[in-house]
């Protein structure tokens, strides 16, 4: 599970919280202050203080390129011309001109020696420090002293990221069983509770090995996961899943664009509430950035939004806006309004009508603005947590046409 490297610039903003955010990710990992004994673990700060990204272990320059090579899946050549020359310049011993940063903290009562007696080998550490995110956790890359990857470790640390981090080691245990064909999905190293934090070590998917093209792949891995726990096909006002969206709705009331979102999806399940809609499973998060294609599997991570019996057709809708947004780097609003114009034949694939198709793709809309709320996004400094900027626009004006 390589850490989520979508594609964004970096704000003044984001780098004064990425920077907070490095102080608070090192009390959680390391509780006790460095003792002066000497035990202390000093990493090196990619690409710098200011602008956190990656911490490495500072002592070992072929374990830190190690860790800089694996953490992340670049999306696009800059991304990957800038890792490459963090990679050289640490396996030439030229990091000193690069990565002047580093931080100390104490060795002893930290995450380091839970994780190697919960894993019962030995194992360094590096950290992703990710963007803004009401969801953001402490991300750990698990490394032989040999420098390979061997697992990632995600820590639950407020009520939300727990709750998170416990959904996607069921997730994990519940995929690891449905026999897909066409889709890999990392295994279960160790789940348990370290200082009152959810852990999850969870087994690296090897996306160093050689990449194929995606053709026409996709939607049919997305269909396999569909199906794979059994597909229920009745109308949208008989479904579990209407009776699941309308509590999740009347639950954000309280602030002005919780109350926009349960007018329009109220008005949404009447107006469409006689439509034949399939009910299956869906990743909940399937992106570019959470996914890699080899010649005979499509390697799949970051699993914590895992649902069953939702409207088939959700992973692709998904898929397709944040790509849109994301990595073509399209205006937010444009996007919504795109995919649910092409919604027809963005759904086609899993066998959903025209009509069926918009309204699964409004669904998808009224389901994703109510993640964001209930989550409260806008308030962790989220890029796209303000809803009434591009979201909800669209949704309410496109529910009204029905």
């Known amino acids: ?149 061997v697992g990632f470790v995600k820590l639950g640390v407020n009520d939300l990221t727990r709750r998170l981090v416990r959904a996607e080691t069921n997730a994990l245990s519940t995929l690891a069983c449905a026999g897909l064909e066409q889709i890999t999905t990392p295994a279960v190293l160790h789940s348990g509770e370290w200082r009152g934090n959810e852990v999850l070590a969870q087994s690296a998917l090897p996306i160093w090995q050689p990449r194929a093209p995606m053709r026409d792949r996709l939607p049919y891995a997305m269909r396999e996961l569909a199906e794979a726990f059994g597909i229920t096909r009745c109308r949208l006002a008989q479904s579990e899943y209407r009776g699941r969206l309308s509590t999740r709705l009347n639950a954000l009331t309280s602030s002005p664009d919780g109350r926009v979102l349960a007018r329009a999806g109220a008005d949404l399940i009447q107006r469409a509430g006689s439509a034949q809609l399939s009910f299956g499973a869906w990743h909940g998060d399937w992106t570019p950035w959470n996914m890699a294609a080899l010649s005979d599997t499509l390697l799949v991570w970051d699993w914590e939004r895992f649902t069953t019996g939702v409207p088939i057709g959700f992973d692709a809708a998904h898929y397709a806006l944040q790509s849109a947004i994301v990595t073509a780097g399209r205006e937010p609003a444009t996007a919504v309004d795109t995919v649910i114009e092409t919604a027809p034949a963005l759904l086609a694939p899993f066998g959903v009508g025209s009509a069926a198709a918009r309204i699964t793709v409004l669904l998808y809309l009224a389901d994703l603005a109510a993640r964001y709320l209930t989550d409260r996004q806008a308030e962790a400094g989220a890029r796209l947590g303000v809803l009434g900027s591009w979201l909800l626009p669209a949704l309410v004006r496109r529910v009204a046409h029905l």
Do not use: W
């Open 1 to 149: 599970m390589p850490a989520n490297n979508a594609p964004a610039e970096l704000t003044a903003g984001d780098a004064q919280l990425r920077s907070a955010y490095l102080a608070e990710v090192l009390a959680v990992l390391y509780p006790e202050p460095e003792s002066g004994s000497g035990d202390g673990i000093e990493y090196l700060v990619v690409p710098d203080a200011r602008r956190p990204r990656l911490l490495v272990p500072a002592d070992d320059r072929k374990l830190a390129a190690a860790a800089v090579r694996r953490y992340a899946e670049p999306t696009s050549r800059l991304a990957r011309l800038k890792r490459d020359a963090v990679v050289a310049a640490l396996k030439t011993g030229a990091s000193g001109l690069l990565l002047r940063d580093k931080v100390r903290v104490g060795g002893s009562g930290g995450i380091d020696e839970y994780l190697k007696a919960a894993l019962g080998q030995d194992v360094r550490l590096s950290v992703h420090i990710g963007p803004a995110r009401a969801n953001r956790k402490p991300v750990i890359q698990l490394l032989t002293p040999a420098g390979a990857t």
